[in-house]
């Protein structure tokens, strides 16, 4: 089975603290994804990878930043966080960009920045 | 992404009917569509997905029909059980795009 890995369930952090949300995938996946989940909002997707050192902005990008160090592990940085990016954020990995239909997510992290 | 809706953001349920979710998408070059299921305190997980030139498909209990003339989207899961309660969504698709939910529908589904 597909594993993707979220390195906290609950984080809370304070406004302007720099905060990593590290995600890992167990399969081999070439492209990851970060989103984030508000209620009445759905799912946006904030930043994705389809290769080892290379981005690419989502829907809602600013004040995030992405690293992909490794083909494993893919990672959300909030510079300097603020309140209004308290919300769940979903990590997920696919097998590969085009025709693919299938992502695996992770179980979430819930940040509340307070 | 392609945008999408939903017409109905909760479905209750007896246990053992049959449930049917809708969902319309605005693009129609879109090529495949697919249904996500997240259950609480989980993320989202696949269920099935359909290309533009089908308009049914079959999986495990449920189908998924596809109506382009009109732009619409259904799942139907078939003795809808406890287990079955959860947010779906729906996803439209290009090729190479990468996948944008909706917000969702809850199904709800009472004993």
């Known amino acids: 089975d597909v594993k993707v890995t979220q390195s906290s369930r609950y984080l809370v952090k304070r406004t302007g603290e720099k905060v990593f949300l590290e995600c890992v995938q167990d399969?081999?996946?070439?492209?990851m994804f970060w989103y984030r989940q508000d209620p009445g909002l759905g799912l946006r997707l904030i930043y994705f990878?389809?290769?080892?050192?290379?981005?690419e902005k989502g829907d809602i990008p600013e004040g995030y930043s992405v690293s992909r160090e490794k083909k494993e592990r893919f990672s959300l940085i909030l510079e300097s966080a603020s309140t209004n990016q308290t919300s769940m954020y979903l990590c997920?990995?696919?097998?590969?960009?085009?025709?693919?239909?299938?992502?695996?997510f992770g179980q979430g992290t819930r940040l509340t920045v307070v | 992404g392609e945008s999408v809706g939903l017409h109905l953001p909760t479905l209750s349920v007896q246990e053992g009917d049959n449930s049917i979710i809708n969902c319309a998408y605005s693009?129609?070059?879109?090529?495949?569509f697919i249904w996500y299921k997240q259950e609480s305190g989980k993320g989202p997980q696949f269920i099935i997905d359909i290309r533009s030139n089908m308009d049914k498909r079959q999986g495990q209990r449920v189908t998924v029909l596809l109506n382009k003339t009109v732009k619409h989207l259904s799942l139907q899961i078939a003795a809808t059980q406890p287990g079955d309660s959860a947010v779906y969504f729906c996803?439209?698709?290009?090729?190479?795009?990468?996948?944008?939910f909706g917000k969702g529908t809850m199904l709800l589904v009472s004993p």
């Open positions: 399969m081999d996946h070439e492209n």
């Open positions: 997920a990995s696919s097998i590969r960009r085009v025709d693919n239909t299938e992502a695996f």
């Open positions: 693009n129609s070059a879109s090529d495949y």
């Open positions: 996803v439209a698709k290009r090729r190479y795009s990468t996948l944008t």
């Open positions: 990878s389809y290769d080892v050192k290379m981005k």
